[in-house]
């Protein structure tokens, strides 16, 4: 898919103020510092769609983009900073909650991993959530540039192993760098792909 357009649209707090739009909407989520901001811009061709290095703890936002004035990129807030307290991660949890229970746009997440680190708990419990609320998604591992040629498959197999442990398939994943472009074309035409079914159904 080539980027002819991406624009930012409105940050929201609230689900209920999304846009109304009936267009396929896709949603970008991971920890915090995962990479999902380089890699928002790193597909839509632009330097700072997304704003890179976010503090922690600041104002937790849906921000949404319209890219090719065909569908919606969707920036949900990074999540699991140690240093937040209880209570605000309750806040976070209800409020990603109701994006993902109310969004009836929404045609399927990415959740972000990154490649170095082995599989944390609150990736797995997020993922084990979205399958059992039937929320489609797929797995983007960012930062494939940081390990070697030989040790990158070899992380990847990990994480694969351990997913098997939970889930019968693999979810459906994408290998990325925002720093080389790797995996970009995969992303952009999976989202094709499928908004291309979705027009013809
Ligand atoms: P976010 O908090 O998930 O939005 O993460 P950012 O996009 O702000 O990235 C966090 C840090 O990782 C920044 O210092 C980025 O420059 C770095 N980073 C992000 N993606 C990549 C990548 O693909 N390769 C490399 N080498 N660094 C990356």
Same mark, same amino acid.
């Given at each position: 898919?080539?980027?002819? #357009?991406?624009?930012?649209? @409105?940050?929201? +707090?609230?689900?209920? =103020?999304?846009? %109304?739009?009936? @267009?396929?909407?896709?949603?970008?989520?991971?920890?915090? /510092?995962?990479?999902? +901001?380089?890699?928002?811009?790193?597909?839509?061709?632009?330097?700072?769609?997304?704003?890179?290095?976010?503090?922690?703890?600041?104002?937790?936002?849906?921000?949404?983009?319209?890219?090719? /004035?065909?569908? *919606?990129?969707?920036?949900?807030?990074?999540?699991?900073?140690?240093? $937040?307290?209880?209570?605000?991660?309750?806040?976070?949890?209800?409020?990603?909650?109701?994006?993902? #229970?109310?969004?009836?746009?929404? $045609? +399927?997440? *990415? $959740?972000?991993?990154?490649?170095?680190?082995?599989?944390?708990? @609150?990736?797995? !419990?997020?993922?084990?959530?979205?399958?059992? /609320?039937?929320?489609? *998604?797929?797995?983007?591992?960012?930062?494939?540039?940081?390990?070697? %040629?030989? =040790?990158?498959?070899?992380?990847?197999?990990?994480?694969?192993?351990?997913?098997?442990?939970?889930? !019968?398939?693999?979810?459906?994943?994408?290998?990325?760098? #925002?720093?080389?472009?790797?995996? =970009? !074309?995969?992303?952009?035409?999976? @989202?094709?792909?499928?908004?291309?079914?979705?027009?013809?159904?």
């Amino acid at each position: 898919m080539k980027i002819n #357009s991406a624009e930012f649209v @409105i940050s929201n +707090s609230d689900v209920a =103020k999304c846009p %109304k739009d009936k @267009i396929p909407e896709y949603a970008f989520i991971g920890r915090s /510092n995962v990479g999902k +901001s380089s890699l928002i811009n790193m597909l839509t061709d632009r330097k700072s769609l997304a704003k890179t290095s976010g503090k922690p703890g600041k104002t937790q936002l849906i921000n949404h983009f319209i890219i090719n /004035n065909n569908w *919606f990129l969707v920036d949900l807030p990074g999540y699991g900073y140690a240093k $937040v307290s209880k209570s605000a991660k309750k806040v976070f949890q209800k409020f990603i909650t109701a994006y993902f #229970s109310k969004r009836t746009q929404l $045609v +399927s997440a *990415f $959740v972000l991993v990154d490649c170095r680190h082995e599989p944390q708990k @609150i990736d797995l !419990e997020f993922m084990q959530w979205l399958g059992e /609320n039937q929320i489609p *998604f797929s797995i983007i591992f960012t930062k494939a540039d940081k390990l070697s %040629k030989n =040790k990158l498959p070899i992380q990847i197999n990990d994480y694969i192993k351990e997913m098997l442990k939970y889930w !019968e398939e693999m979810p459906n994943y994408f290998i990325t760098s #925002s720093s080389s472009g790797l995996g =970009k !074309e995969e992303v952009l035409n999976y @989202i094709e792909g499928i908004n291309s079914q979705l027009k013809n159904s």
